[in-house]
T-cell receptor, first 114, second 111 residues
Framework: DTGVSQDPRHKITKRGQNVTFRCDPI?????LYWYRQTLGQGPEFLTY????????KSRLLSDRFSAERPKGSFSTLEIQRTEQGDSAMYLC????????????FGNGTRLTVT | GESVGLHLPTLSVQEGDNSIINCAYS??????FIWYKQESGKGPQFIID?????DKRQGQRVTVLLNKTVKHLSLQIAATQPGDSAVYFC??????????FGKGITLSVRP
C-alpha cells in the first residue's frame, strides 16, 4: 500500500498523559499536513511541513502540541498533558506541494482522552 | 436528483438517481477546489478537483461545477449507487495548498 499511513489507529489515554502519533506520507510527496476532525465537522488545519521545515501552525495548535518531521519523511505529532477536549480524529495528509495538487489523507488516529 | 446547500446536513436519494451536492465558499482568492468523500472510520478520499481557470470538470460518474462569480461549487454524481453513501466535503485552497473544509453533507442512498 503506497498511501498515507498513520499509527496507531486508535489511542485511549488518561487525562494528563502524553501521546505521540506517527504519519508516513506518500514517499514522493514533500508536503505533509496535520488536521484534526471532531464528530460531525470537517477537518481543521493544524500545521504543515515542506520537507523538514514547519511552515505554518494554526491557532488551534496550543503549546501542548508539537509536530516534527526530522528528515523530511515521516512526521510525529505529540500532545502533552492531554485534556478531554483533545479527543478527536487526527488526520495526516501529504501532497506534491505544487500549486493545485490534492492532499491525500491517511485513515487517521482516533484519540480518546478519559 | 435533489440539490442542497451546506446548511442542510443530509441528502437522501434513490439508487440510480443523480445527486447534486452544493457548496458555497467564502475566500475569493481561492484558486483550487476539491471534493472529498469520507466513509465512517476512514480519512477523506479525493474524488475530483478543479482549478479556478475552469468552470467544469468531469470524472467517472462525477462532475464538478465552479461558479466563481457567486463563489459556488457543486458535485454531481450520476446514477448514484449504495457505495456512494458517505459524507462529502468541499474544500478550497490558496497559494500554500492549505485546505479549508466545509462542514460536510451526508449522502444517503435508498435502495
Amino acid at each position: 500500500d503506497t498511501g498515507v499511513s498513520q499509527d496507531p489507529r486508535h489511542k485511549i489515554t488518561k487525562r494528563g498523559q502524553n501521546v505521540t502519533f506517527r504519519c508516513d506520507p506518500i514517499s514522493e510527496h514533500n508536503r505533509l499536513y496535520w488536521y484534526r476532525q471532531t464528530l460531525g465537522q470537517g477537518p481543521e488545519f493544524l500545521t504543515y511541513f515542506q520537507n523538514e521545515a514547519q511552515l505554518e501552525k494554526s491557532r488551534l495548535l496550543s503549546d501542548r502540541f508539537s509536530a516534527e518531521r526530522p528528515k523530511g519523511s515521516f512526521s510525529t505529532l505529540e500532545i502533552q498533558r492531554t485534556e478531554q477536549g483533545d479527543s478527536a480524529m487526527y488526520l495526516c495528509a501529504s501532497s506534491h506541494g505544487q500549486g493545485g495538487s490534492p492532499l491525500h489523507f491517511g485513515n487517521g488516529t482516533r484519540l480518546t482522552v478519559t | 436528483g435533489e440539490s442542497v446547500g451546506l446548511h442542510l446536513p443530509t441528502l437522501s436519494v434513490q439508487e440510480g438517481d443523480n445527486s447534486i451536492i452544493n457548496c458555497a465558499y467564502s475566500n475569493s482568492a481561492s484558486d483550487y477546489f476539491i471534493w472529498y468523500k469520507q466513509e465512517s472510520g476512514k480519512g477523506p478520499q479525493f474524488i475530483i478537483d478543479i482549478r479556478s481557470n475552469m468552470d467544469k470538470r468531469q470524472g467517472q460518474r462525477v462532475t464538478v461545477l465552479l461558479n466563481k462569480t457567486v463563489k459556488h461549487l457543486s458535485l454531481q454524481i450520476a446514477a448514484t449507487q449504495p457505495g456512494d453513501s458517505a459524507v462529502y466535503f468541499c474544500a478550497d485552497t490558496g497559494a500554500n495548498s492549505k485546505l479549508t473544509f466545509g462542514k460536510g453533507i451526508t449522502l444517503s442512498v435508498r435502495p
